[in-house]
Structures are given as C-alpha cells and as structure tokens.
C-alpha cells in the first residue's frame, strides 16, 4: 500500500480550499474529525480511527493532527502536510487539542467544529469545548460536500477499485452451486479481493441467501446453498479507502420465467438513470427517471427510497462515506455535477410481478456516465 495515495499538490489544494470556505465564514480555525475528511485532507489511512483524531487547521498556518501518541510512526511515514502531537492514554484528544489550540494563538477565537460526524462524541466535544475558551461554529458538511466531485487522482483509484470489485465478485458467482458452504463462498470472494491488489474494504462482502434478503446489512453465515433460493452479492473492492460496490442475484439452477422478465425491467431502468445522470439535473429527477421505466412496466404501484447514491471514501463501518447516505431520492435537490460517482440500484424485489436487482458503481465524466464495475449484470444463474 502507497503510504500517501495522493499527490503533494492534490493535498495542498485541498486545504487551501478549506481555508478559503474558513475565511468566507469569518472563522479563524477549524477542527475536523470525520475519518473520511481527515483522509481525505491528509492522506492518512489506518486502522487507528477507532479512536478520536483531531485535525486543527488555522487559517495561514500548518495543520497539526492530533491523536494518541502510538500512532506517531505511522502519522509521520504517511501525512506530510499537518504535524502530528500525540497524547497519552491518560489524558483525551481533547484535552491536548485544547492546548495546541492555546499555542496557535486560537484562544478566544472563532472557531469551526464539525458537529456530525461519528468521529467525534458528545462527551468529547463537551470536553473540548469546555478547555478550549474559542466561539464555536457549526462546520459539519464542508468537506463532505468537496468530496462529492471525484478529481483525476480520485477517479484512478475508483477505476482501479472497481477491477477489484470485479474480481471479487467473479469468484463469489463461480463458487455459488447448489451445496455449497456460505463460508467457502465468502472465503473465495475474499481471498480473490485481496489477490487482486484490494485493500481491506470498510463494508462488507454481503453474500447471503435470500431468505435473508431483508436483514440489509448481515452476510454469510454457516448454511449451505440450495437449488430454488436465490443469492444475495453485494460487495466491493477497495483501493486506499476508495470503494466502487456492486450488487447481484445468483439463482442456482434455474431462474423462473417472471424473475427473467423482471431482469428485462431492471436493466432498462438502470439504463434510464444512466441517461438522466448529466450535469446540471436534481438527483430527483434522476429518480424520476428511474422511477418511469418502473412505472412503464406496470410497476406504478412500487417505490424505493433512492435509486443510488454518492460513494467514493469509504472508513470502516461503512462505504457511504460517513454515518449518513447522500441518496438520488425523489425529494432531493443535490445537484449532479461531472466528477460525482454513484452506487447506483436498480431494485425490484418483493413486486408481485418477479424478482431481480442490480447494482453498479457509475462515474459522471465529460463524455457522459460510465459503468465502472464490469460484471455480467443480466440473468446469472450457476
């Protein structure tokens, strides 16, 4: 693994961004916590998030990251645009970020925190709040909405994602037969993931049978797979914290005439959102698109929540980038923009008409939507 995925430059830029979004806000500093921003603002990728990391970046001067002192070695290989003070197990993040504050000279201050993130706790911000004398700011979704546009450093690493993502998936569908272990599947869709060059994902492989379809976020188990029930992929590689998921059906055996039909449905629906996914239109409307070839099929009468959503940085326990989900759903105002990639879901299960889905990982260019992962997505019956 790489021990900075991006550039020098792409660093700066994106902390020059920050600042000037600081500035336009009249704040002198912001503190950040959101494993994903953090990431995204330094480069730093380990398994260390479990615990609170603090990034300080006053305006005009050099972040400082702040975490437990262990982590030294790892900060100082891989981050080279904010210096690291570490803090020992006696004491918390925040009561060393207070004084680095008082060292930068932020003490009375305006101040911006993100208030959103799983990255930081309520007990922990009242703490740091309560040693640190500065005028609080809410700051929660700047970063993340910087995310939101892929730049050509990015796009590279979801390309190479989504290879792996393939591999992986190819393995899970050849080792799905009927009598086969949940556990061997699983062990083959893993051991092919990582052959391919991937990166421990922050979510999943989900595999699991169909009986199991409702419980959204379990995998394997230690059952063994039948002709008749179909199986449930949903999984994807991961290339230094970049994610790019797909999702498949596999019937063993045979696939019913209707779930066939159905499979007709879903792929023109997903054709449809790709057709909407241009520059400039709401999310609702891609949606919507989705929406009417569903509706077209005699399918009026079924909805989803969304049709998709962003996905890019994925920490663990998650590939959504965060503890929330930014959706292409029928009340969104999100505006599509070149850059932005997409989980996207065509999802018709529990019709009354036949069962299918797929899923696949899309990246918005300047020629148009492109699928990134490459798995047969029609009919796949083993």
Not at 4 to 26: D, H, M, Q, W
Not at 121 to 140: F, I, M
Not at 234 to 243: D, M, T, V
Request: some cysteine; charged content about 20%.
């Amino acid at each position: 693994m790489d021990r900075n995925p991006f550039s020098e430059a792409e660093i700066a830029g994106r902390l020059s961004k920050v600042c000037t979004a600081l500035a336009e806000r009249g704040l002198d500093a912001a503190i950040f916590s959101a494993p994903e921003n953090i990431f995204y603002l330094t480069g730093l990728d380990h398994w260390g998030y479990f615990a609170p990391h603090f990034l300080i970046i006053p305006l005009g001067g050099r972040p400082v990251l702040v975490t437990r002192s262990m982590e030294k070695v790892t900060i100082e290989n891989q981050v080279k645009a904010a210096d690291f003070r570490g803090h020992s197990d006696s004491e918390t993040a925040a009561d060393l970020a207070a004084r680095v504050l008082a060292e930068l000279g932020l003490t009375g201050r305006r101040i911006g925190l993100e208030h959103w993130t799983s990255g930081l706790s309520h007990g922990l911000a009242l703490k740091l709040e309560a040693q640190a004398n500065a005028k609080w700011s809410d700051v929660s979704g700047l970063v993340d909405r910087m995310r939101l546009v892929k730049s050509a450093e990015e796009q590279a690493l979801m390309r190479r994602a989504a290879k792996v993502t393939d591999a992986a998936a190819g393995a899970a569908i050849a080792a799905i037969s009927e009598g086969a272990a949940e556990q061997e599947v699983a062990a083959q869709c893993v051991a092919a993931m990582i052959r391919a060059g991937g990166h421990a994902p922050g979510f999943g492989p989900f595999i699991r049978p169909a009986a199991r379809l409702g419980e959204e976020h379990t995998t394997w188990g230690d059952g063994i797979y039948r002709a008749g029930e179909p199986v449930f992929v949903e999984l994807s590689g991961c290339i230094s914290r970049y994610h790019a998921p797909l999702g498949r059906l596999i019937r063993i055996g045979s696939i019913k005439d209707e779930d066939a039909a159905m499979a007709e449905v879903t792929a023109k629906a997903f054709d449809a959102v790709l057709k909407a996914l241009k520059p400039g239109v709401k999310a609702r409307d891609v949606y919507g698109a989705w929406q009417g070839a569903a509706d077209e099929a005699g399918l009026s009468h079924y909805r989803r929540h969304h049709c998709g959503y962003l996905v890019g940085i994925g920490q663990p326990p998650s590939w959504t980038g965060g503890n929330s989900v930014t959706g292409l759903r029928h009340d969104s105002d999100l505006e599509i923009e070149t850059g932005m990639s997409f989980h996207i879901l065509s999802w018709l299960m529990g019709t009354g008409r036949g069962d299918h889905f797929i899923s696949n990982t899309v990246l918005l260019t300047d020629a148009g939507a492109e699928v990134l992962t490459r798995t047969t997505a029609g009919s796949i019956v083993r």
